[in-house]
């Protein structure tokens, strides 16, 4: 299934298209979610202009797939002469799906959005005593206060994860199914991440292989909007990569070896110590602007591409 015909899955749709005279309808969205959603890794240059590492090395403030987003409606809008998109972040890396919906939901609506994306339950998959069904159930109950307000939805599917994270292929499928039955049911849009191929490749992410590489993050991007019912930026968003020359067993395996020492082991440990990468964070844009990130927009977001 792909997120193209989701009007013909809605038992509820809303009641204007996704467009009106060009502009996309939406004046005002707020992303809710975890790490994915707030951007990790796609890194905005430092302050005075110079880049960022690339991947956990990166202690700059994180653009991802939701700020491009919102970039990418808010252009269109102006394109059209309409005012510029108004956008919130509240997402914060580790959260867990109950933590999301608890802590950002109804900061989300006292902004009175349009549009709100509600995308996680990764961070709980991972976890071996995760029960899919009640997450899809708090989550069905999330996504039926947005929509009583009349503002619109957009969730995501998780991904299909292959080598080491294989094993959550099960339950990932069959939170998707949840999902897509809920946007059946109150007419929500869905982001097609498990059927986004690209992402089946390891260069679309980055050095922990659970977060994206700023081009993961862009072809995301343009699956949302399509999510969303409109055409991507770039219709060549879901072309597979060129594919590389094999990599030697040896090689391989040290690369393995070099990742889980680095990234699987640390993370073991906070789950030991009930801690989390997002302790002590704040969301990156808690209030709706029409300009993001400060001072210059515009400048900082295409020196991050």
């Given at each position: 299934?792909?997120?193209?015909?989701?009007?013909?899955?809605?038992?509820?749709?809303p009641?204007?298209?996704?467009?009106v005279?060009?502009a996309?309808?939406?004046?005002?969205?707020?992303?809710?979610?975890?790490?994915?959603?707030?951007?990790?890794?796609?890194?905005?240059p430092?302050a005075?202009?110079?880049?960022?590492?690339?991947?956990?090395?990166?202690?700059?403030?994180?653009?991802?797939?939701?700020?491009?987003?919102?970039?990418?409606?808010?252009?269109?809008?102006?394109?059209?002469?309409?005012?510029?998109?108004?956008?919130?972040?509240?997402?914060?890396?580790?959260?867990?799906?109950?933590?999301?919906?608890?802590?950002?939901?109804?900061?989300?609506?006292?902004?009175?959005?349009?549009?709100?994306s509600?995308?996680?339950?990764?961070?709980?998959?991972?976890?071996?005593q995760?029960?899919?069904?009640?997450?899809?159930?708090?989550?069905?109950?999330s996504?039926?206060?947005?929509?009583?307000?009349?503002?619109?939805?957009?969730?995501?599917?998780?991904?299909?994860?292959?080598?080491?994270?294989?094993?959550?292929?099960?339950?990932?499928?069959?939170?998707?199914?949840?999902?897509?039955?809920?946007?059946?049911k109150?007419?929500?849009?869905?982001?097609?991440?498990?059927?986004?191929?690209?992402?089946?490749?390891?260069?679309?992410?980055?050095?922990?292989?659970?977060?994206?590489?700023?081009?993961?993050?862009?072809?995301?991007?343009?699956?949302?909007?399509?999510?969303?019912?409109l055409?991507?930026?770039?219709?060549?968003?879901a072309?597979?990569?060129?594919?590389?020359?094999?990599q030697?067993?040896?090689?391989?395996?040290?690369?393995n070896?070099q990742?889980?020492?680095?990234?699987?082991?640390?993370?073991?440990?906070?789950?030991?110590?009930?801690?989390?990468?997002?302790?002590?964070?704040?969301?990156?844009?808690?209030t709706?602007?029409?300009?993001?990130?400060?001072?210059?927009?515009?400048?900082?977001?295409e020196?991050?591409?």
């Amino acid at each position: 299934m792909t997120s193209e015909p989701i009007d013909s899955l809605r038992t509820d749709s809303p009641a204007t298209e996704a467009a009106v005279g060009g502009a996309p309808r939406w004046s005002r969205y707020v992303a809710v979610g975890d790490s994915f959603t707030e951007g990790l890794w796609d890194p905005y240059p430092f302050a005075d202009g110079s880049p960022a590492p690339a991947g956990t090395e990166s202690d700059a403030k994180q653009r991802g797939w939701a700020d491009r987003l919102a970039d990418a409606l808010s252009a269109r809008r102006a394109a059209a002469g309409q005012a510029p998109l108004e956008y919130a972040n509240l997402a914060i890396r580790g959260r867990l799906l109950r933590q999301v919906l608890a802590e950002q939901v109804d900061v989300a609506l006292e902004a009175g959005p349009d549009l709100v994306s509600v995308v996680g339950g990764g961070n709980d998959i991972l976890r071996p005593q995760a029960d899919v069904d009640v997450l899809s159930a708090h989550l069905e109950q999330s996504v039926s206060a947005i929509r009583a307000t009349g503002a619109d939805v957009l969730l995501g599917t998780g991904f299909k994860a292959g080598a080491g994270l294989s094993w959550t292929r099960g339950r990932v499928g069959q939170y998707n199914a949840n999902i897509w039955s809920i946007a059946r049911k109150h007419g929500a849009h869905v982001l097609d991440l498990w059927g986004l191929n690209p992402l089946f490749d390891l260069r679309m992410w980055s050095d922990d292989r659970i977060h994206l590489t700023p081009e993961g993050h862009r072809r995301v991007a343009d699956a949302a909007l399509v999510g969303l019912g409109l055409s991507p930026d770039d219709a060549a968003y879901a072309a597979q990569l060129d594919p590389l020359p094999p990599q030697a067993f040896v090689e391989r395996a040290r690369a393995n070896a070099q990742w889980a020492r680095t990234h699987v082991v640390p993370w073991v440990q906070r789950r030991i110590k009930h801690t989390s990468s997002g302790d002590g964070r704040e969301p990156k844009w808690p209030t709706p602007t029409a300009a993001w990130p400060a001072p210059d927009a515009e400048a900082v977001q295409e020196s991050a591409r």
